[in-house]
């Protein structure tokens, strides 16, 4: 029963949090001037009218040279933790570390032979 009890505040907590996002979203919704006017729904970017076609492409490269970083700070995310606790390790998560440490430098040496880190 002590057990249930430890579980029922977890679920209480659970069951109330979605109020704390919610309340202030509902709140401003009620307290916000609405004040519709053609001028405010024109498109503008960054307080500049737009003149000509908006639509620009980008390269490809960009978004790949941006996932190759985000790849790598994820990285450092498992990475510390596992370093924090070097000397307490057993092999298995050793071995485990290493393995991971491995496979990101091989994607990074994937991703260097295939020009994907060249900025141009």
Known sequence: MDVLNEWAFIGVFFAIAWVFPAL???ASWFVRPHKPNALKKQTYESGVETVGDTWVQFKV??????LVFLVFDVEMI????WAVAY????????GAGFLFIFLLTDALIYAWRKDALEWI
Not at 61 to 66: E, F, L, M, T
Not at 78 to 81: H, K, R, S
Not at 87 to 94: G, H, K, P
């Open 24 to 26: 202030p979203i509902v």
């Open 61 to 66: 490269q960009y978004y790949i040279y941006g």
């Open 78 to 81: 498992f990475l510390f933790p």
């Open 87 to 94: 000397e307490r390790l057993d092999w298995f998560a050793f």
